[in-house]
């Protein structure tokens, strides 16, 4: 697992069906969940470059996309709306993606 030594497995699969129908994907429940948001930000920055996964420095909006396979592979890549809503949370400087500070002050928040 990606996130093995970070999150709990049972946490992770617990997140992931709280958010199976589409449109039901909200970060800050997701995050909470998965207890990422109890992390430390060297945990979150981890995380981070897990999700990273063309490994730019920024996670942009196709890899949003498929935000959830990250932890799980069988899950469903969430819908443009909610791809479009949390990439709007994220990118606080407006360059369409999130950064890594950007995504522990989101993961924080």
């Known amino acids: 697992m990606a996130f093995a030594g970070i999150l709990n ?3 992770v699969a ?3 069906k709280g958010c199976e129908a589409a449109d039901s994907f909200s970060y800050k429940d997701f995050f909470a969940k998965v207890g990422l948001s109890a992390k430390s930000p060297e945990d979150i920055k981890k995380a981070f470059f897990v999700i990273d996964q063309d490994k ?3 996670i942009e909006e ?3 996309k498929l935000f959830l396979q990250n932890f799980s592979a069988g899950a469903r890549a969430l819908t443009d709306a909610e791809t479009k ?3 709007k949370a994220g990118d606080t400087d407006g360059d369409g993606a999130i950064g890594v500070d950007e995504f522990t002050t989101l993961v924080k928040a």
Request: hydrophobic share 60%; glycine share 6%; net charge negative.
């Open 56 to 58: 730019s420095g920024f």
């Open 85 to 87: 809503a949390f990439l």
């Open 14 to 16: 617990a997140a992931i």
């Open 62 to 64: 196709d890899e949003l």
């Open 9 to 11: 497995d049972a946490d």
